[in-house]
């Protein structure tokens, strides 16, 4: 929803719908930062978290590639960076865990690591008194990219979500039986 | 070039539309000076039927675009698919004494393409209060002198809305409201019930039930499409361009000139009245001048007053009408500082298709009959439920992978926010006033802002505050996340003030019918003409401001040949 009072009052109230969103604000370099490796990754971890199953996946929706594109044009050099050394630091530990980098392990080990990673990532936000006055975990921004990037692409709004681009009358009550969100 | 006109309308917004509207219907030639560039309905917004994914960055923009306009990037509705319906920062500047984020659009259409599109009437009460509680000078008019034009331009713009009988918020001409949600429902029962308060759909300009006068506009009913600001293919919302400049120019009474930055309204000292306006040609510097029976002033609050301070002639050394000083003084705007949003339990069977365009609203309740409270002045509060979307809170516990998907794709639990929208008081330190020595790039002195809070805004925040988190949790909401945005003036986008209305020449500048005491056909009827701000968005008073006074003007060029 896109009415300036609601915009006025996501940003009163919450100071963030979206990370990148409220980040927006400060500086950092332009151009493409990611190698096709660490886009490959992006898309291996997006894919991890949201996977292909009767409706279409993280990689379906090219969201790797988004992520660097978003993430170098709008991210302030804190989280980028912070995001760009996440990256580095999964295969890490998938080396450690598995003996072979991320994109080598197979689907059960990438979940087993992310739900950790994930765990980790909220225990971060909990403990982090500000927010603001500490980056964020990096898996925080991925996840919040990859959640990002999907449902606003074709395949994530139209396919997983539901999308009317001309809704026509509105109802305010409907029965609710268990289907997706409409898309925005 | 034409050069002589009956009319000149200074100003293509929202209230400068309905002046050319009116105007051009009562047979007057009239000219509309836009500063900015030419805006065509539909033709002119190119992001209108853009999907998310058709665009680089979703309709985000780059950190380099807002770095480049730390200013306006801030305002409201501000993003790649809207910001060329906004300045940019290094375009126009102007002098902060205070903090004060001044946001604009120049363009024909003005900021009728982004509006907020709030339509809520003020009470009685509202033009009462300032004389009646002291804290300003009295309106010279009253609810009475204005609800038949409130209701003439209803009609015409299309807003819908509930008939409710509630004093504080008098009901209009309106069309089918949008029907709140479960959650919206049980906050109107909760707040009836404990509170003896109102909480109802939003009146908005938005044509739910398109009518013949709407048709003949060539506006269709509205798609629920919520991508308004970039401008609507269906005319859905109000707006200059699709409503009122298009109208006036069926009458072919209306010429427009864009790209005309309006300098100086000139004094005649022969006549006692304006002969004309002087304009700077924005691209090529020339300047030109442009003659007329009647000046409309329609720049938005603080560019009206900036060009009435340029005004200035051997018989107005001030600034035009200024023989007091009362002209650049009383600036309001309202107060948006404080916001607050909570979880409730439940209604998980409910859901809504698909989003609507408007908000509900909680009436003032505060100060209507007599002082009840701490602070003078009133506030309304801006409200809405909806259920949450993508958060892992709402993901029954999985994180990763199918059945994380499956569960972060589905509506997570009802959410409601609620924001305030205060009433400022007129103080005369909150003032603008012609730099000495800074010109804009037309050779314009540019404008210091010196306009900030006073500490009866700051009790009117912590009664907020209070109020708001009582009947949420009243209404059982947790977690109730409460904040003071501390936001500069200006964000609003509702300065008011400047050239206020009065009934006495001496405390100010405009009479009943926003005609200048001492310059008789000159009419200012846009933000700059309030005497106090109220606490009811704005917009829609303007608009029935300037029907009723263009008419007013329109009546005596018929009766006597000119302006008396």
Sequence with gaps: ?184 | MQTHYDAIVIGSGISGGWAAKELCDRGLKTLVLERGRDVQHIKDYPTMSLRRWDMDLRGENPRSTSEANPLISRAAGYDATTKHFFIKDEDHPYVQEKPFLWVRGYQVGGKSLIWGRACARWSPMDFEAPKRLGYGIPWPIGYDDVAPWYGHVEKFIGVCGSKEGIATMPDGEYLPAYELNAVEQHLQKTLKEKFGRHYISGRWAHITEAQEIHRKQGRATCQNRNLCMRGCPFGGYFSSNASTLPWAQKTGNLSVRPFSVVHSIIYDEATQQASGVKVIDANTHEELVFKAKVVFVNASALNSTLVLLNSTSKRFPNGLGNDHGVLGKYVGFHNYRAGMSAEIEGFEDSYYEVYKPAESIIPNFRNVDKQDADFLGGYVIFSGASRRLIDDNDAQGETIGAKYKQAISRPGKWTAYMYMQGETLPNASNHVRLSPDKKDPWGIPQLVISVGYDDNAERMVRDFLGEGRKMLEAAGFTNVNANDNHWPPGLDIHEMGGARMGTDPKTSMLNAHNQMHLCKNVFVTDGACMTSTGSQSPSILYMALTARAANYAAEQLKKHGRIV
């Design chain 1, 1 to 184: 929803m896109d009415r300036r009072e609601l915009l006025r009052a996501i940003a009163a109230l919450t100071g963030c719908a979206f990370v990148g969103a409220e980040r927006i604000f400060a500086a950092a370099p332009d151009s493409a930062v990611y190698t096709p490796a660490q886009v490959a990754l992006l898309d291996e971890i997006a894919e991890t978290i949201l996977p292909r199953t009767d409706t279409p996946g993280a990689k379906d929706a090219q969201v790797g590639a988004y992520i660097a594109r978003y993430s170098a044009a709008c991210y302030n050099p804190t989280d980028l960076a912070v995001l760009r050394a996440g990256l580095g630091d999964v295969d890490v530990r998938s080396y450690k865990a598995h003996g072979t980098d991320f994109i080598r392990c197979t689907g059960k080990q990438k979940e087993m690591l992310l739900v950790d990673i994930d765990a980790e990532a909220k225990r971060h936000a909990r403990e982090a008194a500000d927010r603001h006055a500490q980056p964020p975990h990096w898996f925080t921004l991925c996840k919040q990219l990859t959640l990002m990037s999907f449902f606003t692409s074709e395949a994530g709004a139209t396919r997983v979500a539901r999308y009317r681009p001309v809704p026509g009358p509105y109802k305010g009550v409907v029965p609710y039986k268990g289907e997706p969100f409409w898309a925005w």
